[in-house]
Nanobody, 116 residues
Framework: QVQLVESGGGLVQPGGSLRLSCAASGSNSNVINMGWYRQGPGKKRELVARITSGGNTDYSNSVKGRFTISRDNAKTTVYLQMNSLQSEDTAVYCC??????????WGQGTQVIVSS
């Protein structure tokens, strides 16, 4: 049973940085795409960033230029470097990985709070 375990969330002041990590346990040689979603208070879940097996990336307009997604295939881990954090970035961040075959995996989520 493959599970995704996230880490790195927490409380940070506006303008600060955090780095989220998401590691897959178990056998996961068929992971292709990886990504991060978030859901803020009273908001719908939205895609933050995603990265393909070839390293192509895609970002939400709201985080473009501030967040960077990366992956370590040897560790089956995806990262989200978040800089210049704003209060609007406060949300629960969930990672996801797509396996082929095998479908999508989701993490439990990690809370990010941006507040002074």
């Amino acid at each position: 049973q493959v599970q995704l375990v996230e880490s790195g969330g927490g409380l940070v002041q506006p303008g600060g940085s955090l780095r989220l990590s998401c590691a897959a346990s178990g056998s996961n040689s068929n992971v292709i795409n990886m990504g991060w979603y978030r859901q803020g208070p009273g908001k719908k879940r939205e895609l933050v960033a995603r990265i393909t097996s070839g390293g192509n990336t895609d970002y939400s307009n709201s985080v473009k230029g501030r967040f960077t997604i990366s992956r370590d295939n040897a560790k089956t881990t995806v990262y989200l470097q978040m800089n210049s954090l704003q209060s609007e970035d406060t949300a629960v961040y969930c990672c996801t990985m797509t396996r082929f075959p095998g479908g999508d995996l989701w993490g439990q989520g990690t809370q990010v709070i941006v507040s002074s």
